[in-house]
Each structure stands twice: as structure tokens, then as C-alpha cells.
């Protein structure tokens, strides 16, 4: 198991392509950074992070989840996609579920055949 961590804004539109293209599970925050995972391959995951309570309705704050993609990415089925929230993503108790969330998806990846 190879783990990078990539600054895409830094890269070119066809770097980002490459490397979501060859990335078995993606993870990143909700909205335009998370478009690059439209390259990903058929089987592969994405995480998700969005914000529980920054969500907007006619440019007014709703105190409802920010779940920008949440529709392409819950109908993309070609790759499976898990969101998380933000506000606790560093707490151990979260960290301790995404690593189990990697663990069971790096799982379905290794059976899969195609």
C-alpha cells in the first residue's frame, strides 16, 4: 500500500487527471477540489469530508450539512463514496473509523476482479 499526499491546486489539470485515475481510494473535503475524483477508476473510493453545519440556501446560512456533490458522487456508480464530517475528523474516535473505513475498502478493492 502506497499513501501520498497531494496539493492538487498545485498541479496541472492533467497531473490531477493521472494520479486520480491511478488512485484506489481518494480523500478529500467536499466541492471543487473533490471533481477530480470524477477520474477515478471503475471500483475505487472516495471519502468525503463536508461541513455538518455549512450549509447554504439562497446565499443564507442553514445550519444543515454542506454536501456540495453529494448527488453525483451518491450516483456515480462506478466508484463507491463515504461521507464524513469535518468538525471532527482530527478526534480519535473519527480517525479510528476512517482507518477502519480504509482497512474494509482497501478489502473490497484487493477481491475485486475485473
Not at 484506489?24 to 477508476?41: E, K, N, R
Request: hydrophobic letters at 35%; glycine letters at 6%.
Amino acid at each position: 500500500v502506497e499513501v501520498n499526499r497531494v496539493d492538487m491546486k498545485k498541479l496541472s489539470i492533467t497531473d490531477q487527471v493521472k494520479i486520480a485515475s491511478e488512485t484506489a481510494i481518494y480523500i478529500t473535503m467536499c466541492g471543487g477540489g473533490a471533481m477530480t475524483a470524477t477520474f477515478l477508476p471503475k471500483g475505487a473510493t472516495v471519502i468525503l469530508y463536508y461541513e455538518s453545519t455549512g450549509g447554504h440556501y439562497n446565499n443564507k446560512p442553514t445550519g444543515k450539512p454542506a454536501r456540495l456533490d453529494w448527488d453525483f458522487f451518491n450516483n456515480a456508480a462506478y466508484i463507491r463514496s463515504h461521507w464524513l464530517p469535518s468538525e471532527t475528523m482530527d478526534n480519535e474516535e473519527d480517525l479510528n473509523a476512517l482507518m477502519k473505513l480504509v482497512e474494509h475498502e482497501l478489502d473490497i478493492i484487493s477481491q475485486e476482479k475485473y
